[in-house]
T-cell receptor
Framework: GAVVSQHPSWVICKSGTSVKIECRSLDFQATTMFWYRQFPKQSLMLMATSNEGSKATYEQGVEKDKFLINHASLTLSTLTVTSAHPEDSSFYIC????????????FGPGTRLTVL | GQQLNQSPQSMFTQEGEDVSMNCTSSSIFNTWLWYKQDPGEGPVLLIALYKAGELTSNGRLTAQFGITRKDSFLNISASIPSDVGIYFCAGPYGGSQGNLIFGKGTKLSVKP
């Protein structure tokens, strides 16, 4: 149980384009999903908390207009990196915490974004 | 704000040896989580701790929730090559949404 998938697993795009990353909880309903980014050899940094049916909560320093988050259902959250630039290249990981999860988060396999 | 200090940053061990890593917090946590991340993958939850003093095992892994609620350690017994990876501790911070803060990770290398 507690399986989270992400799609795509990797993407290469040109500077200025937008990229959408999907995060799905496959065997449980996730009222809350989280989006992280991870630079090489660094820890996970929380970008935003995505709540089903409401606006996402962004961490300080994360541009909400650049990183659009939609959590339209209990099993799907999407992160759209708008007008991507090379500095947005990173490993993006989502996680899901279900109801009664006792703070446990289950992570997706990550999406490697490379912006040329 | 809350910080998690994880040590060691990296460690090398011989196959079959036991290893230990720990995590300390600047403030009290009511949950400690230990994750392992393989290269190019998302973290996988290894052990979750919810009570001060709690000692929990998962196979060859054992983790303890410190009595002060400001620290936790993870032991791996009889290490094997597939234990290689980065181990992160994590704990909840702020609000009621279940946000986690992560340590910087301990990179484990195992020599066959």
């Amino acid at each position: 149980g507690a399986v989270v998938s992400q799609h795509p697993s990797w993407v290469i795009c040109k500077s200025g384009t937008s990229v959408k990353i999907e995060c799905r909880s496959l065997d449980f309903q996730a009222t809350t999903m989280f989006w992280y980014r991870q630079f090489p050899k660094q820890s996970l940094m929380l970008m935003a908390t995505s709540n089903e049916g409401s606006k996402a909560t962004y961490e300080q320093g994360v541009e909400k207009d650049k990183f659009l988050i939609n959590h339209a259902s209990l099993t799907l959250s999407t992160l759209t990196v708008t007008s991507a630039h090379p500095e947005d290249s990173s490993f993006y990981i989502c996680s899901a915490g279900g109801q009664g999860a006792l703070n446990e988060q289950f992570f997706g396999p990550g999406t490697r974004l490379t912006v040329l | 704000g809350q910080q998690l200090n994880q040590s060691p940053q990296s460690m090398f061990t011989q196959e079959g040896e036991d290893v230990s890593m720990n995590c300390t917090s600047s403030s009290i946590f009511n949950t400690w989580l230990w994750y392992k991340q393989d290269p190019g993958e998302g973290p996988v939850l290894l052990i979750a701790l919810y009570k001060a003093g709690e000692l929990t095992s998962n196979g060859r892994l054992t983790a303890q929730f410190g009595i002060t609620r400001k620290d936790s350690f993870l032991n791996i017994s009889a290490s094997i090559p597939s234990d290689v990876g980065i181990y992160f501790c994590a704990g909840p911070y702020g609000g009621s949404q279940g946000n986690l803060i992560f340590g910087k990770g301990t990179k484990l290398s195992v020599k066959p």
